[in-house]
């Protein structure tokens, strides 16, 4: 058996596509979508990041702003900066890239961030909807994007047993909800780092999410055979290459032996993360309007 690989690149394409249509209708009726991006310090992966989210802005149409603070700035100044940004009727989207530098509480820069305008779906009311089981807020744009990745490779999630590695409020809380809510209807475990049997709970997936930040932790004797496999993980790995490093997911490459479906690393759910961020800063800019 080789797995079916799911294009996250491909099915991204579909979603800015419709993305791009939304923000025509939307410059008709004179609104224009806007996501402002707050970086601050000079972390590389940080900038590479918020590169890919330039770009996929300029191919929808949607304007974006990014304003860069040195990794020395007061955090008063980050508080500000983000409290211009909600005052802003102009501004539609607001994000602050992670990691903020060593010392600056994330968490209350994302309680300060207006929910309308939470396009990262971190703000505790758009999370609180999840929990209700709804879907009308923010909702957190890798978890979303995973399970559109999932329904788009026709992946039978009904019924089906989830096993979440990670239970981040960025990645594992939120997919494990979206994966349970009703007309989902998954049977969803959440895996931790005080799991017991780790790979026997993995080996009952019918879909399996890694997303703990391990280096090609899962291996084959952890994946039922057939099953569903998405990696999350983007993991910096040193090695004698020219580059010096290379990049590895939180899923062993021997896996595509066993799997029925699996995502790649690059190219499978980084693409779909971006692509959602695009559709819910469209979402924020039309019900901003209304």
Known sequence: ???????????????????????????????????????????PASH?????????????GIRSTRIDLPADTDFSRVVSTVEELNANDDVHGILVQSPLPKGMDELAVTDLIDPA?????????????????????????????????????GVELSGKRAVVIGRSRIVGTPVSLLL?????????????SRTADLAGLCRQADILVAAVGRAELVRADWVKPGAAVIDVGVNRVDDDSERGYHLAGDVHPEVSAVAGTISPVPGGVGPMTIAMLMRNTVRAAFNQSK
């Open 1 to 43: 058996m080789t797995a079916v690989v799911l294009d996250g690149k491909a099915c991204a394409a579909e979603v800015e596509a419709e993305v791009s249509a939304q923000v025509a209708e939307l410059a008709e009726a004179g609104v224009h979508p806007h996501l402002a991006v707050v970086i601050v310090g000079d972390d």
């Open 48 to 60: 590479i990041y918020v590169s890919g989210k330039e770009r996929a802005c300029a191919r929808v």
């Open 117 to 153: 305008k939470d396009v990262d779906g971190f703000h505790p009311s758009n999370l609180g909807r999840l929990v209700q089981g709804r879907v009308d807020g923010m909702v957190p744009c890798t978890p979303a994007g995973i399970v559109h990745l999932l329904n788009w490779g």
């Open 180 to 192: 349970a809510r009703k007309g989902v209807d998954s049977t969803v475990s959440v895996a931790h």
